[in-house]
């Protein structure tokens, strides 16, 4: 076993250990399909508000303008599927990875010791950590390393655990022996694409992100539009729709992580709860959480546009 080879097992062994849900391995490089489908998607403005997607263009394609020397693209997957849900069907619902505390904390941390881990083993090796944090096209790396396929409705799923993951990157100047993609496996289901309220999938594998209830809730910084009222099925801060649908979310088992157990009180928020959250109780419930993204005047917006 060569160097490369040996030193993409050990890499794998640590992400075992850690915690990680999967790790795939590709060589550092310009993502040429991505290219053409980038420009295409901003062009046709399905960014919507989300100015920070138009920037960075280069450094979004190619690992090596973010991390000078890189040489391998290490991608990581890691479960947050809870065991729980809320106790009150009618009531507002969050997305279910906002459920415990914010995962770019939790999992940074674990990046970090990751690299820790591989500079003690392996000596002195460069490189950065991602996780949603900077220009960097997840899903493309994660597929280009056979974590799993971007599906029609654009998240990466696994055969053997469905979609409900996050996914977080190595970027290395470190040679390391790389994985292959593998097969789509949506065939002929169109569940996805079905479901969705807002009709934000433009064409299968094609997401009007301007269109989707998670950019509403999360990203909009304006008015809910009033064309898409009575639209949301009741997701005040993001929405699982086109997973929950997914036949291969089936498979989806529950998470092992503590930090992203939920606070007992928010799975038993009843509509009347959310209707009358004041400030004082949304610090206490997402102090650490992601919904602080939208912050207590945009979740407010929110559940008023539900009601």
């Not at 991505?34 to 960014?47: F, G, K, Y």
């Not at 003690?120 to 090796?125: L, M, P, T």
């Amino acid at each position: 076993m060569n160097s490369a080879a040996q030193h993409a097992a050990l890499v794998k062994d640590i992400a075992q250990q850690l915690g990680f849900m999967a790790c795939g391995i590709s060589k550092a490089g310009f993502l040429e399909d991505e290219a053409p489908r980038l420009e295409s998607w901003l062009n046709q403005n399905h960014h919507g508000q989300m100015g920070y997607m138009a920037r960075n263009f280069d450094k979004r394609l190619d690992p090596r303008k973010l991390v000078p020397g890189a040489k391998s693209v290490v991608s990581l997957a890691y479960n947050y599927f809870p065991d729980q849900t809320p106790t009150e069907k009618e009531a507002p619902k969050i997305a279910r990875y906002a459920y415990g505390k914010d995962y770019h904390r939790v999992i940074k941390d674990k990046l970090f010791t990751f690299m820790h881990h591989i500079q003690e083993q392996i000596g002195k090796v460069g490189g950065r950590v991602f996780v949603d944090s900077a220009p960097v096209l997840e899903k493309a790396w994660a597929a280009k390393s056979g974590l799993g396929w971007v599906g029609k409705n654009t998240n990466l799923i696994r055969k053997q655990n469905g979609s409900y993951f996050f996914i977080a990157e190595l970027i290395l100047d470190l040679e390391l022996e790389a994985d292959g993609a593998v097969t789509d496996h949506c065939g002929s289901c169109t569940a996805c694409l079905d479901a969705c309220p807002t009709d934000a999938f433009v064409a299968p594998y094609q997401l009007d992100a301007s269109k989707c209830i998670s950019y509403f809730t999360i990203e909009l910084k304006d008015a809910i539009p009033t064309e898409v009222k009575d639209k949301f099925e009741n997701w005040a801060f993001g929405c699982d729709i086109c997973q929950e649908v997914c036949p291969w979310n089936r498979f989806s088992h529950p998470h092992q992580e503590p930090d992203f157990r939920p606070e007992p009180e928010l799975m038993n928020m009843t509509q009347s709860d959310w209707n009358e959250v004041t400030e004082e109780v949304f610090n206490r419930l997402f102090e650490h959480s992601a919904v602080q993204r939208a912050g207590f005047d945009g979740l407010k917006r929110n559940l008023e546009f539900l009601k």
